[in-house]
């Protein structure tokens, strides 16, 4: 029976090497990009008895697309029409459909099967013919997502409509609401409202990548603007785990001074609650604030096409998840906890645990007293809390630590400081969506506001024990004498130096040079 069985491993064996070394894959003679003229694509794989199949509309290919028998001509790319940005029902407000005509691409998306029925990753590629890069975007960075339009616009699958959720939710409604609050398909989450899409980005210097990937709409009540938030996941079951590009050329690793490579996943952000005003706010006050004792994620601009249609001026942002700990300062993403608005966003489930541990000491302990304050201090980096809460004070965040939203923070489960420093155990400070600040809605009004006082004066009536809000922190350290330094001295160095006057001139002009063409 033993011998039989070495047999069948052995038979097995043998009949996996072949399909093993005989995987298909399908090449483009051209890469994506930008040519000024005609180009004859020529589609291969290494297979040569395998059929190629293709689409030139970003669906998926297979044995029913046409058969590829040729090289390819693809014509000036300006003469084809946009169908996907005149689809409506993407907002409960208004529908914008536009009316004038945008830079396009020609798509070709390609797949091999080979006679034994075994099909090749589809290989995808945009190519806008008839443009000068240079003369039409300058060195901004371009975005392609590529896939099947179902994946967005179907009635009940298409994940940037209201659609069926929205249809079966609105007649149940019997108060007026608003457009921010109407539920559809893109208000939606989780893995199952996760769709495939190939992504390529081409850089300004010529290196491009293109991945596979899986995506999502992204925001709180932006979800509900016509230019949506659109977050990019790499994962194994669509081909790569992480993208290993450099995609910020200025992203520093902190570990060792070299520049981030490899990324779990980025967001297209539209400007959420800044869409419609200057739309650069989150990454002006994210720039501005580099440098100080939290975490800033990567972002710059960039032109997002879908299908090789014309989707607008968008901020490519890092995300923060536990692999961003683990490529920027050397941790093993197994040992970092991150907690999001109260809850565990990476780890463990038990590892709310550690949080709250931290909160309630801190929170409901007597911190005036300098031996407990000392604990506090071997719990949570005091520079980082109080630049954080300096800053947000700063910029007015109407969205933010005092409501329970838009605010999070990381720790090692188990201190690991021969790694790094930051691996021993301290909670800290990472910053992200700011854009509900600064006098978005009131034409810059309350910049003499005294919210510092707001949020201390208000504490017995808004704050609640429950939420565990970093609030409540601050309202309990702030009665200790050293961290009363430790915040004044913070809110002098960003009045006077991170958000000094002429530095924040000097940068909003920069980024006005980024943006402002587009």
Not at 58 to 76: I, K, M, Q, W
Not at 170 to 196: I, L, V
Not at 254 to 283: C, H, M, Q
Not at 311 to 323: A, C, I, M, P
Request: proline content about 3%; glycine content about 6%.
């Amino acid at each position: 029976m033993k011998k039989i069985r070495v047999l069948l491993a052995l038979t097995l064996c043998l009949l996996l090497v072949p399909a093993l070394a005989s995987a298909l894959e399908v090449t483009f003679s051209h890469g994506s990009g930008f040519y000024e003229d005609t180009i004859d694509l020529t589609i291969a794989c290494d297979d040569k008895k395998a059929v190629i199949h293709y689409t030139l509309d970003g669906s998926t290919p297979d044995e029913n697309s046409p058969v590829y028998e040729g090289p390819l001509s693809l014509t000036d790319s300006s003469k084809r029409a946009d169908t996907l940005m005149r689809i409506g029902g993407t907002n409960s407000a208004e529908e914008y459909i536009p009316t004038m005509d945008f830079p396009t691409a020609r798509v070709v998306r390609a797949v091999a099967i080979a006679r034994n029925g075994e099909k090749s990753p589809v290989a995808s590629g945009t190519f806008f013919v008839g443009y000068d890069r240079k003369a039409l975007y300058g060195d901004t960075a371009i975005v392609c997502l590529v896939t099947d339009a179902g994946n967005l616009f179907d009635y009940e699958t298409g994940i940037y409509i209201l659609g069926k959720i929205y249809d079966q939710w609105a007649p149940q409604q019997t108060e007026p609401f608003e457009d921010w609050e109407a539920q559809g398909n893109f208000t939606q989450h989780g893995k199952e409202w996760e769709r495939p899409v190939s992504v390529t980005i081409l850089s300004s210097d010529g290196n491009s990548f293109t991945q596979d990937m899986g995506m999502r709409i992204k925001g709180g009540a932006s979800r509900g603007y016509h230019q949506k938030s659109i977050r990019l996941i790499a994962r194994e079951e669509y081909g790569d785990k992480n993208v290993n590009f450099a995609i910020y050329p200025d992203n520093v690793r902190e570990a060792d001074g070299g520049i981030v490579d490899k990324y779990k996943s980025f967001t297209l952000r539209s400007g959420a609650n800044d869409t419609l005003f200057a739309k650069i706010r989150d990454p002006y006050i994210t720039n501005l604030s580099q440098g100080l004792r939290f975490d800033t994620a990567a972002n710059m601009p960039v032109i997002a096409f879908i299908n090789g249609e014309y989707w607008g001026v968008y901020t490519l942002n890092e995300e923060y998840t536990d692999k961003y700990i683990q490529y920027h300062y050397g941790i093993d993403n197994d040992n970092v906890i991150t907690v999001k608005c109260g809850e565990v966003d990476d780890g463990e489930e038990k590892d709310i645990e550690l949080f709250a541990e931290m909160f309630d000491y801190i929170a409901f302990s007597d911190m005036s007293d300098p031996a407990k304050y000392e604990k506090a201090c071997a719990l949570l980096d005091m520079g980082s809390f109080a630049d954080y809460f300096a800053m947000q004070f700063f910029i007015v965040n109407e969205d933010g630590f005092d409501k329970n939203n838009n605010w999070q923070m990381w720790r090692v489960r188990e201190p690991e400081t021969d790694i790094h420093p930051y691996a021993d155990g301290k909670w800290r400070m990472m910053l992200y969506d700011t854009d509900y600040s600064s006098g978005v809605y009131d034409n810059g009004s309350t910049y003499y506001d005294n919210n510092t006082a707001y949020v201390i004066n208000n504490s017995d009536e808004y704050y609640s024990s429950d939420d565990r809000l970093p609030a409540l922190l601050f309202l309990s350290l702030i009665e200790n004498e050293d961290f009363c330094d430790e915040f004044i001295d913070a809110a002098c160095d960003i009045r006077n130096l991170f958000y000094e006057r002429s530095r924040m001139g000097a940068l909003l002009d920069e980024m006005t040079d980024w943006y402002l063409p587009y």
